[in-house]
Structures are given as structure tokens and as C-alpha cells.
């Protein structure tokens, strides 16, 4: 069975930093490209960043480009995402995100974790 | 950045009847690569429908998707009381991205 386990979510001041974890299990890791998306109170979901499966390449949105970096440490079957210079805008649950495959043909969600609850105040 | 739409914000409709939920793109989407996905209130998404028409593993066929280009439909045949939700579609053509939601609740 799948498994997302995300962690490290907190209050921060603005200007703050915060770096989440996803812990995956249940299939082979390495293989599949993650996402981190975000969903702010009563909003819809944000697409924050990629990363492909294998060498680990990283994507991201205008919007957040140059705050927060995606990484993958394969050996340890989880994914993080250290977010700089945060806003209250940032405010949101975050959810860790396992595609299909790895290629641009997968890049929708296939399982999610259950969130961790990121607050800028 | 490919924009989606979607109409209506909130879709109010009774047990038996169909819903039809719309997901405009603001540029064509290539090969279909459109998703949607169901959300109820404190629980993580759930993916119905990817390439546009392909249901995924489990999903019940009174869910379909069709579309393509930059209109794109979701039809549920039947609302069953446990289809009452928000809607998302998400395009993966150009990075990613996500519409704003309907909400189908119960009339």
C-alpha cells in the first residue's frame, strides 16, 4: 500500500523558513516524480513543485521560483521542500504528491498524503 | 502558464440527478493531459479521471470525462450522496496546474 507521511509543518514569522518532509512507502521511489501541492483555507489546490523520478530534475511555478526547493534523498524514500522568505500568503496545507510515473505524460497525482498544515503569522 | 476555469463555482443538485462540470483552459492542452480529482471537506484529493476520458483504478462509470483542446467535461451520470464534493481539473501539458473548484452540494 501507498504511504505519504508529511512532517514539518509549524507557525513561522514572515521572512521565516520551514522545511517539510514527505516520507514515502509502499512502492519503489526512485522511479516515480513527486509533487508538493498546496491548498490555502478555503481555496483550491496550488501546484507548488516537482521533482522527476531518477536524477532529479526540479520544476516550480513562478510564484514560489527562487523561495523553496524541492530534493529527493532516495536513499531514505522521501522527499523535502525548504521554503525561504515565507509569506502569509504561503499559509496553506500542504500535500505530498506521487505521480503516476516519471515523464510528462504522468505528471498527474495518483495518491496523497493527508497534509501538514503550514501557517505564516 | 495554462489557466483553467471552471464553471460552476457551486453546482446544487439532488440524489439521481447528473451533473455536468466544465474546465475551460486559457490555451489548448496537448494530448489530453487533463485530470480531475474529488475532495471532501478534511480529506486529501482523490484522482477520478486522467487523459481526459480514462478513469482511474476503482472509480465507478458514472464518472466520465471528455473534452479536449481547451473545453473539457466532467459528467456524473447519477449523483450518488457520497458524490457530493469539490471538483478540481489539473492540466499537466504545460508544468502544472490546477482549477479553482466546483462544489456539488446537495439541493
Known amino acids: 500500500e501507498v504511504q505519504l507521511l508529511e512532517s514539518g509543518g509549524a507557525l513561522v514569522q514572515p521572512g521565516g523558513s520551514l522545511r517539510l518532509s514527505c516520507a514515502a512507502s509502499?512502492?519503489?521511489?526512485?522511479?516515480?516524480?513527486m509533487s508538493w501541492v498546496r491548498q490555502a483555507p478555503g481555496k483550491g489546490l496550488q501546484w507548488v513543485s516537482l521533482?522527476?523520478?531518477?536524477?532529479?530534475?526540479?520544476y516550480y511555478p513562478d510564484s514560489v521560483k527562487g523561495r523553496f526547493s524541492i530534493s529527493r534523498d532516495n536513499s531514505r524514500n522521501t522527499i523535502y521542500l525548504q521554503m525561504n522568505r515565507l509569506r502569509a500568503e504561503d499559509t496553506a496545507i500542504y500535500y505530498c504528491?506521487?505521480?503516476?510515473?516519471?515523464?510528462?505524460?504522468?505528471?498527474?497525482?495518483?495518491?496523497w498524503g493527508q497534509g501538514t498544515l503550514v501557517t505564516v503569522s | 502558464e495554462i489557466v483553467l476555469t471552471q464553471s460552476p463555482g457551486t453546482l446544487s443538485l439532488s440524489p439521481g440527478e447528473r451533473a455536468t462540470l466544465s474546465c475551460r483552459a486559457s490555451?489548448?492542452?496537448?494530448?489530453?493531459?487533463l485530470a480531475w480529482y474529488q475532495q471532501k471537506p478534511g480529506q486529501a484529493p482523490r484522482l477520478l479521471i486522467y487523459?481526459?476520458?480514462i478513469r482511474a483504478t476503482g472509480i465507478p462509470d458514472r464518472f466520465s470525462g471528455s473534452g479536449s483542446g481547451t473545453d473539457f467535461t466532467l459528467t456524473i451520470r447519477r449523483l450518488e450522496p457520497e458524490d457530493f464534493a469539490v471538483y478540481s481539473c489539473?492540466?499537466?501539458?504545460?508544468?502544472?496546474?490546477f482549477g479553482g473548484g466546483t462544489k456539488v452540494e446537495i439541493k
Open positions: 487523459g481526459a476520458s
Open positions: 489539473q492540466q499537466y501539458s504545460s508544468a502544472l496546474s
Open positions: 521533482i522527476s523520478g531518477g536524477r532529479g530534475d526540479p
Open positions: 490555451q489548448s492542452i496537448n494530448n489530453n493531459y
Open positions: 504528491a506521487r505521480h503516476a510515473c516519471s515523464g510528462y505524460s504522468c505528471d498527474y497525482v495518483v495518491h
Open positions: 509502499g512502492f519503489d521511489f526512485s522511479n516515480y516524480a
